[in-house]
């Protein structure tokens, strides 16, 4: 056999380019509140609770409740992404990565929703006439610091389900809890879980489901983690209007030849929105221990 074999070997090279493991598209986008707006800050107004006058004479005046109103500002924010694909790198390569790029910006974006939405749960929100006023999730809209130091349990879970019930929150409203797979593994592990319980939570676990206790589950590992407790998670249970995302300029994507970049190909991505928490006694903050 010839010893100058080896120099025709030959090295094979994939046709297709592989995205690595990442979330592809928003998990919490459809589980808030989504409105198109325009301007640099949008407003939202509300109106408050208030009670019934009892009739005590005939002929009487007519009563005049007084209303109260309040007002939550969203402040948009731009998001860009764009890279280029040159010429000449085409020509070095078997496949052209621009649709490759194409779908990293759109998941870069969905992911960066989703950061938004999570981050308006726990952020002060903007309040009064106009939005100079900070309103911050109170304590009493958090589960209870004593017992912080578990992961997820079904007692955390009774307790948001109380919370938004003594709330009077309308149950025709859906709920949600996002947690990351840790909390999901708590669960099964939780051992007070009963036998139809453990075999709902398997089944939220394999994706068979998605609900248990009237919440509809949401997995993401986007989701902080305490800056006081390092080891804790901070996930939320939450209903569909708890969470205003304004949408200023929704995603938007433009494949172009850039002629002041040796005529190279950009990917570009933009979008512009925000995102408030409408209400405190819509979100529910569970630390869970990780």
């Known amino acids: 056999m010839s010893t100058q074999i080896t120099d025709a070997f030959v090295e094979q090279y994939s046709s297709n380019v592989t995205m690595l493991a990442q979330q592809m598209g928003s998990r919490l986008r459809s589980s808030v509140d989504v409105e198109n707006v325009r301007g640099k800050n949008a407003f939202f ?35 860009e992404w764009a890279d280029l694909v040159d010429d000449l790198d085409k020509v070095r390569m078997l496949v052209d990565p621009t649709s490759s790029y194409a779908k990293a910006a759109a998941a870069a974006m969905n992911r960066s929703i989703d950061d938004i939405v999570i981050a308006a749960m726990n952020a002060d929100a903007a309040t009064g006439v106009a939005g100079g006023t900070t309103t911050a999730l109170p304590s009493t809209s958090k589960f209870a610091t004593a017992q912080q130091a578990d992961g997820l349990t079904l007692a955390k ?34 051992t ?24 509809e589950f949401i997995m993401s590992n986007r989701l902080a983690f305490d800056g006081t407790h390092a080891d804790d998670r901070l996930c939320f249970a939450y209903t569909q209007d708890a ?15 850039r002629d002041d970049k040796s005529y190279a190909t950009q990917v570009y991505y933009s979008m512009a929105l925000g995102a408030t928490r409408m209400e405190e006694s819509k979100v529910f903050q569970i630390p869970c221990d990780e």
């Open 45 to 79: 107004d509300q109106i408050g609770v208030t009670a019934a006058v009892a009739r005590t004479t005939r002929h009487g005046d007519t009563p005049r409740v007084n209303t109260p109103h309040s007002r939550r500002r969203v402040s948009l924010a731009d998001f």
């Open 243 to 257: 969470v205003k995302l304004a949408i200023g300029a929704d995603v938007k994507a433009k494949i172009s030849e």
């Open 192 to 215: 007070e879980i009963k036998n139809s319980d453990f075999n709902t939570v398997k089944a939220l676990a394999q994706g068979d489901i998605n609900s248990f206790l009237g919440f």
């Open 157 to 190: 879970l009774l307790a948001a389900k109380h919370f938004f019930d003594a709330g009077d929150v309308d149950p025709s409203i859906k709920r949600y809890i996002v947690c990351g797979a840790k909390q999901i593994q708590d669960l099964l592990n939780t």
